[in-house]
């Protein structure tokens, strides 16, 4: 499902700063020796696109090696954060040059995808960060970390558009999309944690529009 939802108008364009230092990161999947009803994994895959073409390295649009992902729990498309101030529950970062794959623990329920922060000058300081649900086509993307398993929630894709109109003006549009790479991203969290071979769940990430 491809969804245009902001408009580049300089690449220093600064859309949120955001004190991370209130946001919480995860847990490894290291921290824990078997799940019960009171923990749960999410794994899947992130990559990066410019123009249609996966990025293997930082470009100038895109300087940092990561993506950082806020969520929070999800109660009613009406409690949605929408204080560019403030983090999202959990923030994780997901190394995109090396393979792109996470894997955190978070405590069971449903979620929604809060910002993805894709410029960073100084760390924990992003200065280029997206709300899918307050764009000028808005979207959410919700998931649910199931109890007691480890759920695959997606391999999501980040597809920048851009074209340069002259020297100093840089426009540009972001889809975000998803695919189902459920065998690949099992037999790559497998590798570390073999041990939760039969807690593995296939998730349901879902993305839905909405109306401002």
Same mark, same amino acid.
């Given at each position: 499902m491809n969804n245009?939802?902001?408009?580049?108008?300089?690449?220093?364009?600064?859309?949120?700063?955001l004190?991370?230092?209130?946001?919480?990161?995860?847990?490894?999947?290291?921290?824990?020796?078997?799940?019960?009803?009171?923990?749960?994994?999410?794994?899947?895959?992130?990559?990066?696109?410019?123009?249609?073409?996966?990025?293997?390295?930082?470009?100038?649009?895109?300087?940092?090696?990561?993506?950082?992902?806020?969520?929070?729990?999800?109660?009613?498309?009406?409690?949605?954060?929408?204080?560019?101030?403030?983090?999202?529950?959990?923030? =994780?970062?997901?190394?995109?040059?090396?393979?792109?794959? =996470?894997?955190?623990? #978070?405590?069971?329920?449903?979620?929604?995808?809060?910002? =993805?922060?894709?410029?960073? #000058?100084?760390?924990?300081?992003?200065?280029?960060?997206?709300?899918?649900?307050?764009?000028?086509?808005p =979207?959410?993307?919700?998931?649910?970390?199931?109890?007691?398993?480890?759920?695959? #929630?997606?391999?999501?894709?980040?597809?920048?558009?851009?074209?340069?109109?002259?020297?100093?003006?840089?426009?540009?549009?972001?889809?975000?999309?998803?695919?189902?790479?459920?065998?690949?991203?099992?037999?790559?969290?497998?590798k570390?944690?073999?041990?939760?071979?039969?807690?593995?769940?296939?998730?349901?990430?879902? #993305?839905?529009?909405?109306?401002?």
């Amino acid at each position: 499902m491809n969804n245009i939802f902001y408009i580049l108008r300089f690449i220093i364009l600064i859309v949120a700063l955001l004190p991370l230092s209130c946001a919480t990161f995860p847990l490894s999947t290291n921290t824990l020796s078997k799940l019960d009803e009171k923990n749960s994994i999410i794994f899947g895959k992130m990559e990066l696109l410019e123009n249609d073409k996966m990025i293997a390295a930082p470009s100038l649009i895109l300087l940092d090696p990561k993506i950082l992902s806020h969520i929070s729990k999800y109660t009613t498309d009406a409690s949605l954060n929408k204080n560019l101030w403030k983090p999202g529950e959990f923030a =994780f970062k997901v190394p995109i040059f090396r393979d792109g794959h =996470f894997a955190f623990v #978070i405590p069971p329920g449903e979620y929604y995808f809060v910002e =993805f922060d894709y410029l960073n #000058i100084f760390d924990a300081k992003p200065i280029l960060g997206m709300r899918t649900y307050m764009g000028q086509t808005p =979207f959410l993307m919700t998931f649910n970390a199931i109890p007691n398993h480890a759920a695959y #929630i997606g391999t999501i894709r980040h597809d920048f558009h851009t074209k340069w109109n002259n020297w100093f003006f840089l426009k540009g549009s972001l889809f975000i999309n998803y695919t189902n790479e459920f065998s690949e991203a099992t037999n790559w969290f497998l590798k570390a944690n073999p041990r939760f071979e039969t807690n593995i769940v296939e998730g349901a990430l879902k #993305i839905e529009p909405l109306s401002n």
